[in-house]
């Protein structure tokens, strides 16, 4: 099936300053995506920006597929002003998706804008046929970026959150509340497998933490990218089976794989 297809906009919600929710429709049949996918965005059909904007999968819903997404510069900027109707060109899904076992207990953990894919993946646990109520950390600036609050609600998750000015849940940082939880002992940690999304900085302390108690991890890496499948290069990273490429062996990889200084 083409990866390449046509879509329309059928909602572009600003949830807050900078931060909209864009509801797809494809026009043409589609690979159903899962939870690690991408997609890559044409923002604009007169060619500029030229490149497609990667934009990982927040939600599949009946009226179609759900972006969620920060604007952070010309192109985002661009998709921010995109109306009801408009049709852009998509390529997708791409990428791997995260390897859940729902034999294990499953720890999410979400940073910043990290809470689109993970969201994702928290309805897809739910609503598989062995659900399973996964924990969800979740961190982020401020209380008014603690985004999917209702929606997280409506899956029957409540998620423990930090943010860096204490404005909503604890003060401080999101990996340091759950190394806190891990060695209270009210879970079997060697029964878990922890899955993750946000800034690089989390993502490596999370390395450490799952190292420090022998925790399965998987991480999926926000990175730049060009063309999305895999021949321009740009979006290495160093793992310890050498360099790889986040569109085409990721963006999902194995925490202990990757190597971050």
Partial sequence: MNKLFRASVTENKR????????????????????????????VDSGGDPLLKRPFSVHRSTKNGLQILYRVVGKGTTILSNKKPGEVLDVIGPLGNIFPVNNRRGNI???????IAP?????????SSPRPEQPLLFYGARTGKEVLCKKDLGAIGIRPVIATDDGTAGTKGNIVRVLDEFLRSGQVNVNEYTIYACGPEPMLKALSTLTNKFGIKGYAAL????????????????????????VCKEGPVFPLNEIIWD
């Fill in 222 to 245: 926000e990175q730049n990218m060009a063309c999305g499948v895999g021949t321009c290069l740009g979006c290495v990273v160093h793992t310890t089976g050498g360099l790889k490429r």
């Fill in 15 to 42: 949830l807050i300053e900078n931060h909209y929710l864009l509801t797809l429709r494809p026009l043409t049949r589609t690979k159903k995506s899962r939870p690690g996918n991408f997609f890559m965005v044409s």
């Fill in 108 to 114: 999410l953990v979400a940073g910043g804008l990290g």
């Fill in 118 to 126: 993970i969201f994702g993946l928290a309805d897809s646990i739910v």
